[in-house]
């Protein structure tokens, strides 16, 4: 069953660093998601991504946060200069519309 | 806004017992999707189990069950026959139909099931 991949598993960087976060959604998919999981709390929507735009962002997602399609399979998030808080578990996401999403196992995000 | 609620924070059950989680949820739209994910200790999203609102019957995935009160706006899961691997933290999740770029999931802050053996 095709499957939705992360990379890495685990990020750890200096606060203030850019860090860049991949994921390949399933190869059929139009609709990408990320989404964030602070330790011991719930899954919290960051943005959705159709069309080579953003579609909706929450309000977490601010100016630091950027997302990118660069070509035909990734789908990336970037945090332009980290903060503490940004220590999370960042899932991926994709869907071919109104169906269930596929999430990716992951990256967990560790800021020093 | 929609919003769901899961009020059990924590839950135990015996190996081969049956257990239920609950779920509420807040909406004013008619139309809308439910549903249950896994996140077993390795972190992962795991979708157990999903209802259409617009369907009466409830949905059925082997061991797994709800039980879909729509007036009530109550989405529980039913866990039979419980078995070790089903030890997780599980997520109620809602979501619009209203095209694919709007449907975002809204989570609410889950339920640890562990299962003794």
């Known amino acids: 069953e095709p499957e939705v991949t992360q990379t890495p598993s685990h990020q750890v960087t200096q606060m203030g660093q850019e860090v860049i976060l991949r994921c390949v959604p399933i190869?059929?998919?139009?609709?990408f998601y990320w989404y964030r999981q602070i330790l011991g709390q719930k899954v919290e929507f960051l943005v959705s991504f159709y069309n080579n735009e953003i579609s909706e962002k929450s309000e977490i997602f601010d100016d630091q946060f950027s997302v990118e399609r660069p070509d035909g399979s990734n789908f990336t998030l970037k945090i332009r200069s980290t903060k503490l808080e940004d220590s999370a578990m960042y899932f991926c996401?994709?869907?071919?519309?109104?169906?269930?999403?596929?999430f990716g196992d992951g990256t967990r995000l560790s800021i020093l | 806004a929609q919003t769901v609620t899961q009020s059990q924070p924590e839950m135990s059950v015996q190996e081969a017992e049956t257990v239920t989680l609950s779920c509420t949820y807040d909406t004013s739209e008619n139309n809308y999707y439910l549903f249950w994910y896994k996140q077993p200790p390795s972190r992962q999203m795991i979708l157990v189990i999903r209802?259409?609102?617009?369907?009466?019957q409830n949905a059925t995935e082997n061991r797994f069950s709800v039980n879909f009160q729509k007036a009530a706006k109550s989405f529980s899961l039913k866990i039979s026959d419980s078995q070790l691997g089903d030890t997780a933290m599980y997520f109620c999740a809602f979501m619009l139909p209203y095209g694919g770029a709007t449907n975002k999931l809204i989570f609410g802050t889950g339920t640890l099931l562990a299962v003794q053996p």
């Open positions: 996401a994709s869907t071919q519309g109104s169906q269930p999403q596929h």
């Open positions: 209802q259409e609102a617009y369907k009466q």
């Open positions: 190869s059929n998919h139009l609709y």
